[in-house]
């Protein structure tokens, strides 16, 4: 419109899109919930597999125990295809211990059957309701909680996108965007402030006063040309 090209704007009246970003769980959240609903119960496993394997709900559900290999758990994800060996976390063992291995599949209905996409979500989010926490928390955001966890710990993007399957290092950096932000400053704090060790105390490397008028008057006269006085000394 500014070059003259067009007298309308084909964009006048579009409702900008707004995105929604998933809340991350913080621990606090993580605490109420597994205050709420103890080691083997049904919700309790959904929740650990969710925050410990750092899948999304539609890879939590379909998996089974033959997935489970020693100390580990293989997960084709359905959204990307690939294809996962995730170590299993000794928080997330414990639970598995305490469950039920009736049905091929690791969570089950409480008819015995595999659940559906459908009726999975509105387990986990039934059982985030019932343990009083806010809207905000999805059953998605133990996926973000899992990455924020992991680069709380120290791990380098190539190491959380081990885990969680992500392709590019963009979408890891989206999902720990809720990296603690208090504890990775105080432990910033707390390194600059352990990198002032063996460094000598101001008072032996600063100059004295007489020392400074001296440096200065030095300093003024390099300034000027040769054969040229200063008018007045510092």
Request: glycine content about 8%; some cysteine; proline content about 4%.
């Amino acid at each position: 419109m500014a070059l003259g090209w067009t007298d309308r704007d084909p964009t006048a009246g579009v409702r900008g899109y707004k995105s929604k970003e998933i809340h991350t769980w913080n621990e606090s959240e993580i605490a109420v919930f597994e205050r709420h609903w103890s080691e083997g119960t049904r919700e309790r496993l959904t929740f650990a597999l969710l925050l410990y394997t750092g899948q999304r709900g539609s890879d939590v559900y379909r998996m089974t125990w033959a997935d489970i290999s020693g100390d580990a758990i293989r997960v084709a994800q359905q959204k990307t295809a690939a294809k996962l060996t995730i170590p299993i976390h000794e928080a997330l063992d414990r639970v598995l211990s305490t469950a039920n291995r009736g049905h091929p599949t690791i969570l089950a209905t409480a008819y015995g059957e595999r659940f559906s996409v459908k009726g999975f979500g509105q387990m986990i989010s039934a059982a985030i309701r019932e343990a009083g926490l806010p809207q905000r928390c999805k059953a998605h955001g133990l996926r973000k909680a899992a990455a924020r966890r992991l680069a709380e710990a120290g791990c380098s993007a190539s190491e959380i996108a081990a885990i969680t399957g992500h392709k590019t290092l963009a979408e890891v950096e989206r999902y720990t965007r809720a990296a603690d932000q208090e504890r990775l400053a105080r432990q910033a704090i707390q390194r600059q402030s352990e990198n002032q060790i063996g460094k000598p105390p101001i008072r032996e490397v600063a100059n004295s006063t007489d020392e400074a008028l001296e440096i200065n008057s030095l300093a003024w006269k390099m300034a000027l040309p040769r054969g040229i006085e200063p008018l007045f000394q510092p």
